[in-house]
């Protein structure tokens, strides 16, 4: 056996390496940490979608794991597991990669001023942070996940969101932004149609770089309050729920995971409204090339019924904890958190990530899955 119990399998002999080698031995946080150091070393090739996500993938499935039934603990850990056999399938570690040294505090003291506005690594970066914001204590043993998000962040240095760079700062100061009416304006976002390129970057430059974000957001966005946070990622979960299906694996999840983790960081900021600035201008740019129809339908906006809510959370987090696609596994974790957060809207977040995963049961299931 390798030194490290989770290096070196087969992505086609998961289940039984998984027995052969005793993971099941190991707690969830000493697995979590085997897969940690192994996905914590950047490889050479440019990311594909799988490698990207990893860090956040595995992130996200060590905190559902406390969430989900019992009787799942085993296949959800399998694929942790999985994680490590497939980022190492992906191909073989940057030569040049050497431990950084940063520690989870250097992180979350410095680093957001710094990603929130970048769109390389697919605008990913907020979230590793927010997820080490939201974990506390917990960040140091994931610390090192930075490493490989630095590695695609850095290979596009110069993306960015720009259009409120040259925004007067006073205005944030002096004026408190209209949730109601920034509610509104998403939900009624011009529609204009496919883009030509459906990655998170371009769709973004789309609004940015054309003018819209600034005609839309620049009258709308002032100082940054909980109701404006709630309004936009209401707007982002309303898109899952009432828009098109064929959006909802990877456009609408993002339209959600993204602004949440932003937003999430505001506090860490210099400048606090920098965070709602660059949210909003996500939930737009989402809208506004995905969006089929206007989002008229507000009804689901309303506290979750509490009897039988804790099983509800269990089931969403376990049948995503259980799921191969970390889009899936991202979204039940955001539509969990923000239910939490957003009492008044649970319904809604919890709706939306049951919609992704019959939106995933309709399409018959991940046909990636090695452990399907």
């Known amino acids: 056996m390798t030194e490290n119990p989770t290096s070196?399998?087969?992505?086609?002999?998961l289940r039984a390496a998984y027995a052969r080698r005793g993971l099941g031995q190991l707690s969830d946080a000493e697995l979590a940490a085997a897969v940690r150091d192994v996905v914590a070393v950047p490889r050479r090739d440019e990311a594909n979608s799988f490698v990207l996500h990893a860090p956040l993938e595995l992130i996200a499935r060590a905190r559902l794991l406390p969430m989900i039934t019992e009787s799942a603990q085993e296949l959800a850990r399998m694929h942790l597991v999985a994680?490590?056999?497939?980022?190492?399938?992906?191909?073989?570690?940057?030569?040049?990669?050497?431990?950084?040294?940063?520690?989870?505090e250097v992180l979350l003291a410095e680093a957001p001023d710094d990603v929130i506005a970048r769109t390389g690594a697919a605008a990913h970066a907020p979230i590793f942070l927010s997820f080490l914001h939201e974990l506390g204590a917990e960040a140091e043993t994931f610390a090192p996940l930075h490493a490989p998000l630095d590695q695609n962040l850095n290979r596009r240095p110069d993306w960015r969101i720009r259009w409120f760079e040259h925004r007067d700062p006073a205005r944030s100061v002096e004026n408190t932004t209209d949730p109601q009416a920034l509610f509104d304006?998403?939900?009624?976002?011009?529609?204009?149609?496919?883009?030509?390129?459906?990655?998170i970057h371009p769709l973004l430059m789309r609004v940015d770089e054309s003018g819209l974000a600034?005609?839309?957001?620049?009258?709308?966005?002032d100082r940054p309050n909980p109701d404006a946070t709630n309004a936009l990622l209401r707007v982002a979960a309303l898109s899952m729920v009432h828009d098109s299906?064929?959006?909802?694996?990877?456009?609408?999840?993002?339209?959600?995971?993204?602004?949440?983790?932003?937003?999430?960081?505001g506090s860490r900021l210099t400048n606090p409204a920098e965070a709602l600035q660059?949210?909003?201008?996500?939930?737009?740019?989402?809208?506004?090339?995905?969006?089929?129809?206007?989002?008229t339908d507000t009804s689901l906006i309303r506290p979750a019924e509490a009897a039988?809510?804790?099983?509800?959370?269990?089931?969403?987090?376990?049948?995503?904890?259980?799921?191969?696609?970390?889009?899936?596994?991202k979204y039940a974790l955001a539509t969990?958190?923000?239910?939490?957060?957003?009492?008044?809207?649970?319904?809604?977040?919890?709706?939306?990530?049951?919609?992704l995963l019959q939106v995933w049961a309709d399409a018959g299931g991940d046909p990636t899955d090695p452990l399907a």
Do not use: K, M
């Not at 959006?247 to 932003?262: D, I, S």
């Open 278 to 295: 660059v949210a909003a201008t996500q939930v737009l740019a989402f809208r506004a090339s995905l969006g089929e129809t206007e989002l």
């Open 245 to 265: 299906a064929g959006e909802a694996p990877y456009g609408w999840t993002h339209c959600l995971t993204l602004p949440q983790a932003v937003l999430g960081l």
């Open 308 to 329: 039988g809510l804790a099983d509800r959370i269990e089931t969403l987090a376990t049948a995503a904890a259980t799921s191969h696609d970390a889009h899936v596994v």
């Open 8 to 13: 070196g399998i087969d992505v086609s002999d």
């Open 336 to 355: 969990i958190t923000a239910a939490r957060n957003d009492p008044e809207a649970g319904e809604l977040f919890l709706t939306a990530g049951e919609r």
């Open 185 to 199: 304006a998403l939900c009624h976002a011009p529609l204009l149609g496919p883009s030509e390129n459906n990655f």
């Open 214 to 221: 600034a005609e839309i957001l620049d009258p709308l966005l």
């Open 83 to 104: 994680i490590s056999a497939q980022y190492e399938a992906f191909g073989p570690p940057n030569p040049a990669h050497e431990a950084s040294g940063q520690t989870a």
